[in-house]
């Protein structure tokens, strides 16, 4: 089968290899959707998750399952399915504590495009199908659900670790796509008013559409004076970091009230100097002593919180398909549409591909 | 001054009395707009809080500030203000464990036509102004502000206290004005699916606008049953009680999955036999062990709250007016508009009384 | 192989049956140690969970694994094992939703002498051994270990859920062995002052040492009026119910401040009247508007649980083996000390057969 | 009357000031016991708080009540009391927020010694004293009852916002006085193994008193890779910092699981470089990713938190006065008791002066 993958850092292509095969709880599922991540970008371009050769890159796709294992029972060949990014080993201890996505190590519920080949392929591996893979409900376009896997269940994370309260007031770091989602995810929580940090004017509009009530453009001066004057002095009780770079936390601190939580979805992948830091502003986190958390998270998978976002699109409650900017049709646009999301044009959010199944 | 008073058990009238004085941190407030309560109706003609004499009702208010004490801060006279129905002493101890309105012993953050006069007065007294009083946001219609004091905050806490998941399915019992609004609380906490239980064509029609996607009329069956069925037979992750009599708990507890919350914002005026109590179903509740909770909460109140609630209303999150179906203009027909509540019409969600000021 | 088996509702007796088979995930073990619970008795004498024929009973042991399948990692034959009492099916959704001891439905996670068979028998099977079996501490004395599977984990969550802040005031209401657990568990959650409602002498005797600082006799009048008075009329923070028949929360509730947390971890096998339901006192409940949570659950089960308990065993935060009175010898002792159970002479506690292995 | 001051910057000496005066619902204590703090040290000679001028020190004190406002309902002259070091305007926002030692700015309810003159004087202030103060226990030693206003409280919200479950494996960093507490503060929540990384003998020997089971020696390794080993490799589930410089996350947060919490009370009195900064290690946060919440908090204050702690010493939970291992005798011997502060002999936890009242 064909896949697109990770030649080695810094060059992709396609590439031949073996159907995988199906263990006894597992799916192997053909793509019907899928969409490249930012993440596919570092890992492919930057080596962020170090070197690799010839692995599968995606993460993020619709499918339809091709083969079951003898001992699934909620799914069969034909079915439409939601993958999820992260795809948790259930059985393993990490659940038992209440972290899923991190089974078997720091982020090790995800798998593809990391230990094992990603969802850019033919045909691709599902460990644990029935805790896995949730049904595409019908009537949900490709585009909308394709958002789902990642960027939403991203995106709301930092949403739900914000400890909003109804009315709350919530500053959002970068209006990406995981942005936009965790600004669809604060208003989702009831915050009241919520400021976007971002300039980009796609972006932008959907931000205002996601439910931003402000929006900040960090290059009018630094992001935390303008937003704790556009408060009058008092801060936001909820900050999400959505991007930025090693400093992000630097004005993320300094803009939370005392009592505020900084909810990190960011991947950090460059620190500091030799400590490979990620710098707290002292001052601005009251010497270690404001009640200011920092808190984070790797996307939440599984099937449940697939069919829980399914919900979200199915009565309404948000529309994820207004990020995808950008469609492409046939599984041979799969490398324009990835060169896409590493150049980000202007008008992009989110490059999606559309299989002929 | 002239006030609308429960004269004692079932007998409601005009009475004087003296202004009342306002001690160093306190204030005294002239309506802009008052809405009666289905609690005033309670407390006047069902005896609910026990027999009183001349205790002037109401407990829902918006105001212009006419005095102050010397101690107090952020408001002078002519502000126009929030009053919440829950005015806590801020300086007790059930603060300081976390339940502001249980300060001086259960309920006791309920003062207003409870244990002294209430806000259906010329004027009416609000104790700690700057912790309980919110200025009116500029461009808030009085139709929508007079509905945070008591509903918003009663029907959102319902659907706080029921740990919604985002994507969770969520049923509410009771779509008089506190369960709609819990209908929206359920909605900006991130509910997908909502069972909305009740009737009456304007309160269905507000419903929905406010989130519902099921209703579900009792006529029409059991209603647990009604809303299992409709699950597929898995029941909701969250109830929110919102009105009901003695018995609502045996349904409530039924229809949630194991490891659901039941929320309760009903005020229960009557028990069962001897007991006097309020039952819960022995088998639907797991045999106790289902991790089925059952939680509850008195509306907040204090300024915080009221500053939130009304984030909501100014940044469009939802549209408290929809439930002010019936405007009365002039102090005069405070009466006539409580005597409407007494009613119910069909078409009635809540009266509301404006002043000229 | 040789069992302990309800053969009906209200008899007892030895059977004889196919050991178990493996499955690939799954292991046999041998007991070591077994306790009797109390639930045998409801299982087997009351019809607590229906007609059952040649039902095993029992579900708290220790063992030695005797054979695993193909898929188990983490256990060998001749392991020395930890066998928690709830089983659970950790890729189910109930895992995902966070109710691990729910899955495949209410207390679905009970399997032992539930829907399979129990413990009391030459060989017993447990499901996904990896998940649900955790090794036995070297220095880990029988008499302490057996504790763990139940007593410890259900009387711990009964002190887990009541959200105790350290100093917090508590009553446990019960101190048979859960309820001693109970209140080891409020003292290992920081609890202060700790109320303990119970007669039984050698009960009272261990409630002490496990952390009680009054023991109230309900022979000396209503429990709730009595604690209420010790407390100076405030009432406790939190209420673990660990006993108690159908009417046990009209007391539980009333004793509790505005803002207290009842917590149930006992198993109601009757309820009143024809609803069959358990009572809330309205009064005491504030009307449903005191801030009175009423929380449940099952026991959690699972290896991380396990673990998590035998650590507090092995660091010597408490002593379970003060709880096993009665210490019997030798598998064919299984019924006697059943029986005994069954009898409750004053000065039992908890009965443990230990095996030659 | 009398006090001890911070004259400047580097300077402490005795001054003469005028008695305060009390307001309406404010207290005057006289001082029974008082202790200096490890802050009054950064106050005095670091700057910590920036310049001051004849500031009298100390937030650490047992009194007498001396005089009360017209308002004081609990308190009366002659009263023995706890004072807080944290005393809150519980009309505040942030309490209204939940955050109550952070009322009028961050770190705002910290007042003595801060912005205020302090407890080491004749006389010293007290404002909202039914709030702020709680009464000293008939029975509790001085030595023991001047360890809650700070140390205690201090040391245990470490341990409350670590969210340790029963069972867990807890590292505390420090194991001055407030890491001390923190051990037994994680005791007390229910923790399995505490390793405690520090050397001083008396306060090793005070750590295992209080519940730690593994001391680490900094002089022996990096910590985190020492507490890595010795969990094999799997790491803690929770990381307390009671002590330690601008660096001390790095390690901190290595050792933590992915799912931990590392819950800080340490002052951070200098960052590193231009950037005022507390490194976070890029990799050992995973890339911000595994979960690790990094979560601070001020001391709590207030009068039910004085209450709670008096009840853990009432009911022998943990024996504060192990810390005490210095005793003065007189007001006049604050000074040299301060400067021991100062240089910290290797027998010093914390050194007491008692008054003769």
């Known amino acids: 089968m064909k896949g697109l993958a990770m030649l080695r850092i810094g060059e992709v292509g396609w590439i031949e290899k073996d159907r995988p095969s199906c263990g006894s709880r597992?799916?192997?599922?053909?793509?019907?959707?899928?969409?490249?991540?930012?993440?596919?970008?570092?890992?492919?371009?930057?080596?962020?998750?170090?070197?690799?050769h010839n692995l599968i890159l995606g993460h993020e796709a619709l499918g339809i399952v091709?083969?079951?294992?003898?001992?699934?029972?909620?799914?069969?060949?034909?079915?439409?399915?939601?993958?999820?990014?992260?795809?948790?080993?259930?059985?393993?201890?990490?659940?038992?504590?209440?972290?899923?996505?991190q089974t078997g190590g720091p982020l090790g519920g995800w798998k593809f495009s990391n230990f094992k080949d990603g969802v850019f392929a033919e045909f691709f591996h599902v460990n644990l199908a029935d805790s896995n893979l949730a049904h595409l409900p019908d009537g949900m376009t490709l585009e909308a659900g394709v958002m789902l896997p990642d960027m939403l269940s991203t995106g709301f994370l930092g949403a739900e670790n914000a400890r909003i309260e109804i009315g709350a007031t919530v500053a959002v770091l970068g209006i990406g796509p995981v942005g936009l989602s965790s600004i669809?995810?604060?208003?989702?929580?009831?915050?009241?008013?919520?400021?976007?940090?971002?300039?980009?004017?796609?972006?932008?509009?959907?931000?205002?559409?996601?439910?931003?009530?402000?929006?900040?453009?960090?290059?009018?001066?630094?992001?935390?004076?303008?937003?704790?004057?556009?408060?009058?002095?008092?801060?936001?009780?909820?900050?999400?970091?959505?991007?930025?770079?090693?400093?992000?936390?630097?004005?993320?601190?300094?803009?939370?009230?005392?009592?505020?939580?900084?909810?990190?979805?960011?991947?950090f992948g460059k620190g500091i100097g030799d400590r490979d830091s990620i710098p707290i502003p002292r001052a601005g986190w009251g010497v270690g002593m404001a009640d200011k958390d920092i808190v984070t998270g790797l996307c939440p998978g599984g099937r449940v919180r697939m069919e829980r976002l399914a919900e979200i699109v199915t009565?309404?409650?948000?529309?994820?398909?207004?990020?995808?900017?950008?469609?492409?049709?046939?599984?041979?646009?799969?490398?324009?549409?990835?060169?896409?999301?590493?150049?980000?044009?202007?008008?992009?959010?989110?490059?999606?591909?559309?299989?002929?199944?």
């Not at 597992?26 to 690799?52: F, M, N, Y």
């Not at 990020?323 to 959010?349: Q, W």
């Open 26 to 52: 597992d799916a192997i599922v053909k793509p019907l959707a899928l969409a490249p991540c930012t993440s596919d970008i570092h890992t492919a371009w930057e080596g962020a998750i170090g070197e690799r």
């Open 66 to 101: 091709d083969e079951v294992g003898s001992g699934v029972k909620d799914f069969k060949p034909g079915d439409r399915v939601i993958v999820p990014a992260i795809t948790p080993d259930w059985d393993s201890e990490a659940v038992q504590r209440g972290f899923p996505s």
């Open 184 to 267: 669809a995810g604060a208003k989702l929580r009831g915050a009241g008013r919520i400021f976007a940090v971002g300039t980009r004017p796609a972006a932008v509009k959907v931000a205002k559409k996601y439910g931003a009530t402000d929006i900040i453009d960090y290059r009018n001066g630094n992001t935390a004076e303008q937003i704790i004057e556009a408060t009058g002095g008092a801060g936001v009780d909820a900050v999400i970091i959505a991007g930025g770079g090693a400093e992000i936390l630097m004005d993320a601190v300094t803009m939370g009230k005392p009592g505020s939580v900084i909810s990190n979805v960011n991947y």
């Open 315 to 357: 009565y309404g409650r948000m529309d994820p398909s207004l990020m995808a900017t950008h469609i492409f049709k046939g599984f041979d646009t799969l490398k324009e549409a990835l060169l896409l999301m590493k150049e980000k044009p202007g008008d992009l959010i989110k490059p999606v591909v559309l299989l002929d199944q």
